[in-house]
């Protein structure tokens, strides 16, 4: 059965602490990976997608990576306005259907 | 600007009713999904189509239904409420491969 677990599930951090978030998948056959940032009260709001291993992506403070096996959001000296749910997601081969990972909660203190 | 939207935001219903979720979307997808979210499982899919007269099963689909009959619209209905469908559910489309855009989500309670 496909699946998308992500770690931790909540990660409380001082600003400028920089961390990592991650993502691990099992499926058959990856056609990409997604990751969302979701603020309470609204739908999930797209940052990043990996195609294939090795691939990596950078928007401000964010990086994401890419494993055969996992992938890891990168938070390099967050502020608190980085304070959200990080989702992951999988869209498997031969369809268009994601599947998500349950999300890690990042709180950023001032 | 092209966009998404779920109708209603809220609603509150009670056990047994038929409740009909809508979701408009202007960017003319052919790909539209429906998800629950609840806590501690994050987004759950319900159904979704890849186009006119196309509608699939996700993950938990019992007691749900969604039909597709032009581009724009996916509604989905609960055909009688229960108390375990009380959610946040999520509307979103895509193009393909690509990201999917995602609704503001309409907090269904049913009582």
């Known amino acids: 059965e496909d699946q998308v677990t992500q770690s931790p599930e909540a990660l409380r951090l001082q600003e400028g602490e920089s961390s990592s978030l991650n993502c691990s998948y099992t499926?058959?056959?990856?056609?990409?990976l997604f990751w969302y940032r979701q603020d309470p009260g609204k739908g999930p709001e797209f940052l990043f997608t990996?195609?294939?291993a090795g691939e990596e992506k950078e928007k401000e403070r964010l990086k994401a990576t890419l494993t055969k096996k996992e992938s890891f959001l990168h938070i390099t000296a967050p502020k608190p306005e980085d304070s959200a749910t990080y989702l992951c997601?999988?869209?498997?081969?031969?369809?268009?259907?994601?599947?998500f990972g349950a999300g890690t909660r990042l709180f950023v203190k001032a | 600007d092209a966009e998404i939207t779920q109708s209603p935001r809220h609603k509150i219903t009670e056990t047994g009713r038929q409740v009909t979720l809508a979701c408009h979307q202007t960017?003319?997808?052919?790909?539209m999904f429906w998800y629950r979210q609840d806590l501690g499982h994050g987004l759950r899919l319900i159904h979704y189509?890849?186009?006119?007269?196309?509608?699939n099963k996700g993950e938990v689909s019992d007691g749900y239904s969604v039909s597709r009959s032009n581009t724009e619209d996916l509604p989905l209905t609960l055909e009688s409420a229960a108390s375990s469908q009380t959610s946040v559910y999520f509307c979103?489309?895509?193009?393909?491969?690509?990201?999917?855009?995602f609704g503001q989500g309409t907090r269904l309670t049913v009582v």
């Open positions: 189509s890849y186009g006119v007269q196309d509608t």
């Open positions: 990996l195609y294939s």
């Open positions: 499926v058959s056959g990856l056609r990409g």
């Open positions: 997601a999988v869209q498997e081969g031969g369809g268009f259907k994601t599947i």
């Open positions: 960017w003319n997808h052919n790909n």
């Open positions: 979103a489309s895509s193009p393909g491969r690509e990201e999917a855009f």
